[in-house]
């Protein structure tokens, strides 16, 4: 708690180096006594501090009795929570932290209220309160935090569901814990980011042609709908696929052909015709515009015959959720609607356990599932941890996104990357190509202003990859 408190107070002075009226609001456990370790060093820094006790403070844990009572030797002063007050600077959350499992209500959820309607700034120690620290789902009502300082060990519901939302930025400190006590603790996720990805970037041998890069077929683009497959063509060739062809509705061919020549576009009107396009592919990407009349659920049915390892995306996955079956090499990406729709359950319930419900989805269908949302998690097989993504930001909230990830994760699976591998380094991709694009601004970004950073994050410092 010292130290945890020593942290947290650290980060403080740091962040918001102005404040002089503090409000410290703690609970009965262990994330209580953080936060009178934090009040107390406030109080000997020079600022004016309130603590406000929610609870019994008759029943803190040891630890927390024990720096209660340094705080009221330090001259502090500890009275009920009856609201935050008004004259203060920064309110730190110090009352529920990890392990919450049953709603915040009564007086609890009216503390979050209050905190919630103030002015004040919020830091949050180890979790905002009210946020599920497994599922990252909010737990009736819950603390939103400009920032929070998290302890020993990172907790997966910081990064997906309603935690990259609530949490403001994530600060971690290992507290000084050995190194040896992790081995005897088993994790529950990988954190993926694109700066470990990039490690495994290996540079193209000099003799390199395009038939060793891979040969990507992009199936989709119904009537009214061709900016969506030339989209996933146009991210496939930017990660670096040798070739991309796309099948399409013939009305498209040329038009899509003319927008961007490198795309081989064939007008496809029947299965009979896909055929050939099929057997020339070292991959199929399928879904972006498909659409899920007769002519995508013919075009999907070819491709799933065909057995080429694929990626399946939009409409794709809603006709397959209408005859489910299962296979191993193929990558499914689904946003929460569509794997609501795949599981046949709500989104509430997707969202209120995304880890559960992308393994779930796994078990059903096989092969690698990318849940896609805020913190997009990667469930490959039972006997592999999860991965969860933290690249990435709000701008990407418009039309065509999910496009582009289809596009790059199939044109990683191309250039022979395993499913797995693909969709890791494809998320952290695109999320990363996303977040050098929100430089400009995250309102308005489109998909296409991620196109010229998938080349450049692919090609560090302009070296050969």
């Known amino acids: 708690m010292q130290r945890a408190g020593a942290t947290a107070f650290g980060y403080l002075q740091k962040r918001w180096s102005e404040v002089q009226r503090l409000a410290v609001i703690c609970g009965t456990g262990n994330n209580g006594g953080d936060g009178y370790v934090v009040a107390r060093l406030a109080l000997e820094a020079g600022l004016s501090v309130q603590l406000l006790q929610m609870g019994d403070g ?38 529920l932290g990890t392990g919450l499992e ?36 909010v737990m009736g009502c819950a ?77 989709g683009g119904d009537s009214g709908f061709s900016g969506a497959l030339q989209m996933a063509g146009e991210a496939a060739a930017r990660t670096g696929a040798g070739l991309v062809s796309l099948a399409t509705r013939a009305a498209h061919a040329a038009l ?28 199929v990407a399928i879904g972006p515009g498909l659409g899920q009349r007769s002519w995508g659920r013919a075009m999907l049915g070819r491709v799933l015959e065909s057995g080429v390892p694929m990626v399946v995306d939009a409409d794709a996955l809603n006709l397959l959720a209408q005859e489910p079956t299962c296979r191993d090499n193929w990558v499914l990406t689904p ?7 795949l599981l046949g359950c709500s989104v509430a319930e997707i969202q209120s356990d995304r880890f559960q419900a992308a393994r779930s989805l796994q078990q059903r269908y096989g092969g690698v599932v990318l849940l896609k949302g805020a913190g997009t998690l990667v469930v490959e097989a039972a006997d592999r941890l999860p991965g969860v993504c933290v690249e990435g930001n709000p701008g990407m909230a418009s039309g065509g996104m999910g496009d582009l990830l289809t596009g790059i994760i199939g044109g990683l699976m191309a250039q022979g990357e395993s499913p ?43 070296g050969p990859c």
């Not at 309607?117 to 599922?135: K, N």
């Not at 009979?272 to 396009?277: F, I, V």
């Not at 797995?420 to 999320?431: I, S």
């Open 256 to 283: 899509v052909s003319s927008r961007r020549p490198e795309l081989m576009s064939h007008g496809v009107e029947s299965a009979t015709e896909l055929a050939p396009l099929l057997v020339r592919a070292d991959v």
């Open 335 to 341: 946003h929460p609607g569509e794997a609501a729709r």
């Open 58 to 95: 008759g029943r803190l844990s040891r630890d927390a009795l024990a720096c209660a009572r340094e705080f009221r030797q330090s001259g502090g002063r500890v009275e009920p929570f009856q609201g935050v007050p008004e004259g203060c600077d920064l309110v730190v959350d110090a009352v």
């Open 102 to 137: 049953r709603e915040v209500t009564g007086a609890w959820g009216e503390m979050v209220r209050a905190v919630n309607r103030h002015p004040a700034p919020v830091l949050a120690l180890d979790m905002p309160s009210g946020l599920h620290s497994d599922s990252g789902c």
């Open 143 to 219: 603390v939103q935090a400009d920032a929070t300082v998290t302890f020993i060990g990172l907790k997966q519901g910081l990064f997906t569901g309603e935690g990259p939302d609530l949490c403001g930025e994530i600060m971690f400190d290992d507290l000084g814990v050995p190194a040896g006590l992790y081995d005897a603790v088993e994790a529950t996720a990988n954190r993926m980011t694109w700066t470990g990805c990039a490690r495994k970037l290996q540079p193209r041998r000099r003799t390199a042609h395009k038939g060793n890069c891979g040969h990507l077929l992009v199936v």
């Open 420 to 462: 797995g591998a693909a969709a890791r380094m494809g998320v952290c991709l695109h999320g990363q190509a996303a977040d050098l694009a929100a430089r400009e601004g995250e309102r308005g970004m489109l998909a296409t202003d991620l196109l010229p950073n998938l080349r450049r994050l692919l090609n560090p410092e302009g």
